[in-house]
């Protein structure tokens, strides 16, 4: 499903094929409902090792990152975000196509480009794969309402598949999975200028950190605070 909120175009899971159909490359749109983050060792045992993933994550949407959590006193195995920033999302490339046709996942984020692996995934099944911001793990945080799920916890806190429900998490690019290639790059300027996508990048992330002034809250205080 898509809804319109005012200038931001969110995806809510579970999402159709046929909500993404609209979405270019360069087009900026937002989240709510299911991220599960993935990370290579969930990619490989899946793909190389056949271990069914034990969170069901068709129609919904991965993140590849290593997040920081802490646990919420006076409960029994409840979490909560502290930070969760984007890994290089490459080192998933070579299991992304058997990845997505094995879950039905629709949108892959991450960051940097992927390869010819995952852009035929994304034509061939449905999905999209999108980059989020680097340097806003603090701020993505704040985007996630809840761990709802956590598994495979002896992989380590980085590896761990940590189910959230997330509001408007973004934003997040829509990027071809091979636009580093010149033959991407200039499908993406006949589409929309790469200056212009820039500056709302940025003029995005300028909003959202000071969102974090306004709110007198800085990084160092969500890190550490008891």
């Known amino acids: ?90 080192r998933m490339e070579k299991f992304e196509y058997e990845f997505t046709k094995l879950t039905g996942v629709r949108v892959i984020v991450g960051k940097g480009g992927m390869g010819p692996n995952t852009e035929r995934a994304c034509k061939e099944f449905g999905a999209i794969h999108c980059v989020f911001p680097a340097g806003c793990a603090v701020v993505a945080a704040t985007e996630v309402e809840k761990i709802v799920e956590h598994h495979w916890d002896e992989l380590g806190m980085p590896e761990t598949l940590w189910c959230n429900k997330v509001k408007e998490f973004g934003p997040l690019m829509h990027r071809a999975a091979t636009c580093l290639k010149k033959t991407r790059l200039s499908s993406m300027r006949e589409k929309k200028p790469l200056s212009r996508l820039f500056i709302r990048k940025l003029s995005l992330l300028n909003n959202a950190f000071q969102f974090y002034k306004s709110k007198n809250r800085t990084i160092s205080s969500l890190l550490f605070q008891r």
Not at 46 to 59: A, Q, S, T
Not at 61 to 81: C, L, N, Q, W
């Open 1 to 90: 499903m898509i809804e319109i909120r005012g200038d931001k175009k969110v995806l809510i899971t579970p999402i159709s094929e046929e909500d993404l159909a609209d979405i270019k490359i360069g087009d900026i749109v937002w989240l709510d409902g299911d991220l599960m983050t993935c990370r290579d060792v969930a990619h490989r045992r899946l793909v190389e090792y056949g271990r069914e993933l034990p969170y069901d994550i068709k129609d919904k949407a991965i993140f590849h990152a290593g997040p920081i959590v802490r646990k919420i006193e006076g409960t029994e195995d409840d979490y909560e975000m502290v930070s969760v920033g984007p890994t290089t999302s490459m």
